[in-house]
């Protein structure tokens, strides 16, 4: 069963390919045997003006819906190979893939981080993020955070239109609003080599802990340089995609972003994890305009990862779930059977 649903955000999130007020997802079903296993698909880009809508996600997923019938839930692998031959769309994939574990969850009745033997009873800090815009808009999304939830990290989008000078205005009036949180920054791909340079220099001395996808995506022969020249570990998010990006990459960067909707499901989530690990790379876990499915799912995982950017759900006035929760400015997860989500 397919489902689309509008989720709209609490502060609209401009990043530099755009601003994004509202999201329309699918939420997709897997029944067999009388158990219902649920899944997430959000249709993203990393190419501004060129997003997949729902209407189309959905007549993709629709087309090979008769393909799948015939299989058991519990044949994820033959599942997954069907996917592939038929090149449906990654966020669809991760949607199927995650019901087929949700499903699996609730069959053996365990929630999956306790399926798969990891520590998922504590609690795992997350970031927040302040989209581009004004220095005083800024701070006032600051401000709302601080109001909202405890916060241990702040994730700024930076690769503003107006140029590098933009970019450090809105640092400077963070900085000041809150001199102590530690930062991210990520310019989805919005410097070139040159201003990536520049802002790696200048942002050491502002209490950053990474930059993310500097460079963008087409420009990753500049990574060799950038390694060379930034003071900061340099993250890719739109560079990679899959498992097979990351030893392309692995010599040139310090870690990698991945997310659910790009990897296409959690089995090539636990893969890219595992390949990352083996290259000494760090490990964060992103979202785009996911719900508390999406991010619950791969909250299951959070034991390996070296940062959380888990929070899009958390900006949503509408979100239809409920399933990871917030508790001290971190993410705990429940012992509900499969994701745990209601």
Same mark, same amino acid.
């Given at each position: 069963?397919? =489902?689309?649903?509008?989720?709209?955000?609490?502060?609209?999130?401009?990043?530099?390919?755009?601003?994004?007020?509202?999201?329309?997802?699918?939420?997709? %079903?897997?029944?067999?045997?009388?158990?219902?296993?649920?899944?997430?698909?959000?249709?993203?880009? /990393?190419?501004?003006?060129?997003?997949?809508?729902?209407?189309?996600? =959905? $007549?993709?997923?629709?087309?090979?819906?008769?393909?799948?019938?015939?299989?058991?839930?519990?044949?994820? $692998?033959?599942?997954?190979?069907?996917?592939?031959?038929?090149?449906? *769309? @990654? @966020?669809?994939?991760?949607?199927?893939?995650?019901?087929?574990?949700?499903?699996?969850?609730?069959?053996?009745?365990?929630?999956?981080? %306790?399926?798969?033997?990891?520590?998922?009873?504590?609690?795992?800090?997350?970031?927040?993020?302040?989209?581009? &815009?004004?220095?005083?808009?800024?701070?006032?999304?600051?401000? *709302?955070?601080?109001?909202?939830?405890?916060?241990?990290?702040?994730?700024?989008?930076?690769? #503003?239109?107006?140029?590098?000078?933009?970019? %450090?205005?809105?640092?400077?009036?963070?900085?000041?609003?809150?001199?102590?949180?530690?930062?991210?920054?990520?310019?989805?791909?919005?410097?070139?080599?040159?201003?990536?340079?520049?802002?790696?220099?200048?942002?050491? %001395? $502002?209490?950053?802990?990474?930059?993310?996808?500097?460079? *963008?995506?087409?420009?990753?022969?500049?990574?060799?340089?950038?390694?060379?020249? &930034?003071?900061?570990?340099?993250?890719?998010?739109? @560079?990679?995609?899959?498992? =097979?990006?990351?030893?392309?990459? @692995?010599?040139? +960067?310090?870690?990698? *972003? /991945?997310?659910?909707?790009?990897?296409?499901?959690?089995?090539?989530?636990?893969?890219? +994890? #595992?390949?990352?690990?083996?290259?000494?790379? $760090?490990?964060?876990?992103?979202?785009? #305009?996911?719900?508390? !499915?999406?991010?619950?799912?791969?909250?299951?995982?959070?034991?390996?990862?070296?940062?959380?950017?888990?929070?899009?759900? !958390?900006?949503?006035?509408?979100?239809?779930?409920?399933?990871?929760? !917030?508790?001290?400015?971190?993410?705990?997860?429940?012992?509900?059977?499969?994701?745990?989500?209601?």
């Amino acid at each position: 069963m397919i =489902q689309p649903f509008t989720v709209h955000k609490r502060f609209p999130l401009t990043i530099s390919r755009g601003t994004t007020a509202s999201n329309t997802n699918l939420w997709v %079903k897997i029944e067999s045997e009388g158990i219902e296993g649920w899944g997430e698909a959000s249709p993203f880009s /990393i190419v501004k003006g060129n997003k997949l809508n729902s209407e189309q996600l =959905q $007549q993709e997923l629709t087309k090979i819906i008769p393909i799948l019938e015939k299989f058991n839930p519990l044949q994820r $692998q033959e599942i997954e190979t069907v996917l592939l031959e038929n090149n449906l *769309n @990654s @966020s669809l994939r991760a949607a199927i893939d995650t019901a087929l574990y949700d499903w699996l969850g609730k069959k053996v009745n365990l929630p999956l981080w %306790k399926l798969w033997g990891l520590k998922g009873d504590r609690l795992f800090p997350i970031s927040v993020t302040i989209g581009i &815009s004004s220095p005083e808009k800024a701070v006032e999304r600051v401000r *709302n955070w601080l109001n909202f939830m405890e916060v241990n990290l702040l994730k700024i989008k930076l690769g #503003s239109p107006e140029g590098i000078e933009a970019d %450090k205005a809105m640092i400077l009036a963070i900085r000041k609003e809150t001199p102590y949180i530690p930062l991210t920054v990520d310019a989805n791909g919005g410097w070139t080599l040159k201003e990536a340079i520049n802002m790696s220099d200048w942002l050491e %001395k $502002q209490n950053v802990k990474y930059i993310e996808q500097p460079l *963008n995506v087409g420009d990753e022969g500049n990574l060799t340089v950038l390694y060379e020249r &930034s003071p900061l570990p340099i993250f890719v998010d739109e @560079s990679c995609f899959n498992s =097979q990006d990351i030893i392309k990459f @692995s010599p040139y +960067i310090h870690g990698i *972003n /991945i997310k659910l909707m790009k990897a296409g499901g959690l089995s090539e989530v636990m893969r890219m +994890i #595992s390949i990352a690990k083996a290259c000494k790379l $760090q490990v964060m876990y992103g979202c785009y #305009s996911d719900s508390s !499915l999406a991010n619950t799912a791969m909250t299951h995982l959070a034991t390996y990862a070296d940062y959380l950017d888990l929070d899009s759900h !958390l900006n949503l006035i509408d979100d239809p779930f409920q399933g990871v929760t !917030l508790k001290e400015g971190k993410l705990m997860l429940n012992h509900l059977p499969g994701l745990g989500v209601k």
